[in-house]
């Protein structure tokens, strides 16, 4: 499992969530009153890690969530070959490739170099150079 549940009363900005399957990080949380006949809703819009799409959902703020469980690594690169990037591990020295969808990482990035990375539901994504 790759996730865990939270009550949406309880998210921050800046966090993490799990909108239509994709991972997305926090970037604003409106939260209304309760009226006379229901509870307080919340409006979360957010960024998929992934995707970078703009996700968005309304729920009462007693709601369940997934909040995806973020991994932050470090690793260093091994061989470029156009947009894909062989990466080996730095703590268990595992090995695997990553797609470099980021323009300016893309020009960066250098054979022997360390990077940091993230893991989220079973994907890969470089943060930094």
């Not at 239509?20 to 926090?26: F, G, L, R, S």
């Not at 490739?97 to 890969?124: S, W």
Request: overall charge neutral; proline content about 3%.
């Amino acid at each position: 499992m790759a996730w865990e549940q939270d009550e949406i009363r309880n998210l921050k900005e800046n966090r993490y969530i799990v909108i239509d399957e994709e991972p997305c990080k926090i970037k604003k949380i409106d939260v209304s009153k309760p009226g006379k006949h229901g509870e307080a809703k919340a409006r979360i819009e957010a960024i998929g890690i992934f995707d970078g799409k703009k996700h968005s959902m309304v729920n009462p703020v007693t709601h369940k969530v997934k909040v995806p469980i973020i991994d932050k690594k470090k690793g260093q690169v091994i061989s470029l070959s156009g947009n894909e990037a062989k990466i080996m591990d730095l703590n268990d020295y595992d090995t695997f490739n990553i797609a470099i969808d980021d323009d300016e990482i893309l020009d960066n990035i250098e054979q022997g170099q360390e990077i940091n990375y993230m893991t989220a539901m079973g994907r890969k994504k470089i943060t930094r150079v």
